[in-house]
């Protein structure tokens, strides 16, 4: 019997910002249900508060990245 239920939650999306350039330009990287799970993208400043908005983003904060960094650690030290 199948389980209908999805692997993960498609509603929830993430931006986490790499750089922004001086050029205007913003890198991210972009994932859909899992954070660890990413593309890497590059947008013009109007078109990634677009694209933000059009997705309803969570934009991933320090420390979200300090407890991905403690989930890494624990993953290749344990």
Do not use: K
């Not at 407890?67 to 890494?72: A, S």
């Amino acid at each position: 019997m199948q389980d209908p239920r999805p692997l993960f939650d498609r509603t929830e999306r993430f931006v986490r910002i790499t750089a922004q350039r001086n050029d205007g330009y913003v890198e991210f990287d972009f994932s859909v249900g899992d954070a660890d799970l990413a593309v890497e993208l590059i947008m013009s400043r109007t078109m990634f508060d677009r694209f933000c908005q059009v997705n309803a983003v969570r934009t991933l904060t320090q420390t979200d990245e300090q407890i991905d960094l403690t989930r890494e650690r624990w993953r290749f030290e344990g």
